[in-house]
């Protein structure tokens, strides 16, 4: 069962440089996009994260990005990959055309040559490099999308045999070592580290992360681990997507491991059809659904509850706060249609703060329908749109003025956010408020009105803004 969807994703981590990129395109389109609705986005994340393990095959996997954006287009890419691409030397983009390796080899060159050699195992010329090189020679080197690796590290992770084994018996055994091998997946390095009691627990972490479930086997068969104990190290199966993983730890630990199927669209008939048994703790199988945005399993769960008559209103509660805290729009609109609330008022609000700060406008007008208060305070002094506007947060303002925030609301000094725009100097937030209908001749501290305000702010840009909006100029 679902083998070819194992395959795949195998395929994906351990591509070899010089692998067919037509049948491996084929491949993700039959079988990942086809087959089990996989979106486009999600299989270029995971191609990303398979670079980190495997980036000798880096051209390769730049060619199927560009392969898989032409076919089937991004809107967007997430910014936290695209930065880290770039710092990585890979520039990423919703423009198949423009996505590319960046040149190094003029500020790299010494590393790069010597990474090459080690990258394809190339013992003759790495013993020349080490009797011949004195000066500036190169003792680490950057992989790019992983971490610096020292030379031995290096080995083990392209699983150069050859090399290894004439630096390792004079080598620093270091668990980093081990872990590096793990992701190389040559057996020799492995069973040589295996030798020398490098092993330790993170190594099984990495076994799933990569893909090298042919260790992970070894390691659950030898009891090497206790995954009792050691569950958190089972979080990657998800990012990972290695079902092979999973099914493997499940057949060790059911309990345990059970609530994780939760996690995966592509097993929600396992659990339908009661291949397993969720009854037993539910609250975990539907945390997790809704942890990773499982929507159909979330809604298979509280019908679950329907039918027994159980769902309570801390439940529809507690799963709220769940998917809020996840940001699972849908599933918390979902949830507030069957009656869910936030009854404490303090954590609304937190929660309407925070759904302010990411931008989240689904999420904010969502928690104002339940009760969240659009012009609450943020203190003594301020509500949440002055608080914002002393940030100089122009989005944050324009958010909550479009929520219905009380645009003239006046702080402890009399203040609106008007005054305070115009005492932080910020004409396009002045600009924002009025043209959002801001009160142009409210009286703040002291007094004045907005335009005398800024003339003693001596802020000459934002009084002829004023007068052009129609300002009165003769107010006193």
């Known amino acids: 069962m679902f083998d070819d ?38 299989i270029v994340l995971t191609i990303l ?59 790299e060159q010494e590393e790069n040559e010597i990474m090459e050699i080690i990258a394809y195992d190339q013992i003759d010329k790495f013993k020349e490099y080490t009797c011949t090189t004195t000066k500036n020679r190169v003792f680490s080197f950057d992989i790019p999308y992983f971490k610096r690796v020292t030379l031995l590290e290096g080995c083990a992770y ?33 069973n040589e580290c295996l030798k020398h009691d490098m092993f330790y627990y993170h190594i099984v972490q990495t076994s799933i992360e990569c893909h090298n479930n042919q260790f992970l086997e070894y390691v659950l068969e030898m009891e090497l681990v206790n995954i009792r104990e050691y569950w958190f190290m089972f979080q990657p199966i998800f990012t990972s ?50 942890h990773h945005n499982n929507f159909e399993m979330v809604n298979f ?35 507030v249609s069957l009656g869910a609330k936030l009854n404490d008022d303090i954590v609304l609000n937190d929660e309407f703060i925070d759904a302010v700060r990411k931008l989240n406008e689904e999420i ?7 009760g969240a208060d659009v012009n609450l305070e943020i203190d003594d002094y301020h509500s949440y749109l002055h608080k914002a506007v002393l940030d100089n947060d122009s989005k944050r303002v324009a958010l909550l003025v479009k929520l219905g925030a009380n645009i003239n609301s006046k702080d402890e000094d009399r203040n609106t956010p008007l005054h305070l725009a115009i005492m932080e100097r910020n004409y396009n937030i002045v600009d924002l408020l009025i043209s959002h209908g801001a009160d142009l001749e409210a ?34």
Not at 162 to 185: D, H, Q, V
């Open 5 to 42: 969807n194992i395959v795949t994703y195998d395929k994906l981590y351990h591509i070899k440089s010089n692998e067919s990129i037509d049948e491996v395109f084929a491949l993700i389109e039959k079988v990942l996009i086809s087959k089990y609705k996989t979106s486009s986005i999600n």
């Open 49 to 107: 994260e398979a670079i980190r393990y495997n980036y000798r095959s880096i051209n390769i996997y730049i060619d199927l990005l560009k392969r898989i954006i032409t076919k089937y287009p991004i809107p967007s890419l997430p910014k936290e990959q695209v930065e880290t691409a770039k710092y990585n030397g890979l520039i990423l983009s919703t423009n198949p055309e423009e996505i590319c390796l960046i040149d190094r080899s003029l500020y």
């Open 158 to 190: 392209f699983g150069s045999v050859n090399i290894f084994m004439f630096l390792f018996p004079n080598s620093y055994k270091a668990p980093e070592t081990f872990e590096c091998a793990i992701m190389g997946g040559n057996t020799d390095i492995i």
């Open 241 to 290: 997507t290695n079902l092979k993983a999973l099914f493997l730890m499940y057949n060790k630990y059911k309990e345990g491991i059970a609530p994780c199927f939760a996690e995966f669209p592509q097993l929600n008939d396992i659990i339908k059809n009661k291949i397993i048994d969720f009854t037993s703790n539910i609250e975990l199988f539907l945390e997790k659904a809704i």
């Open 301 to 335: 769960f509280i019908d679950y509850y329907k039918e027994n008559n159980s769902l309570s209103d801390s439940i529809l509660e507690d799963n709220l706060f769940l998917a809020l805290f996840f940001n699972r729009s849908e599933i918390a609109k979902f949830l």
């Open 364 to 370: 904010a007008k969502l928690l104002i329908s339940i």
């Open 443 to 476: 009286k703040g501290e002291n007094g004045l009105t907005p335009l005398q305000l800024a003339e003693a702010y001596i802020a000459s840009d934002i009084v002829q803004l004023l007068i052009s909006k129609g300002t009165n100029v003769d107010a006193k």
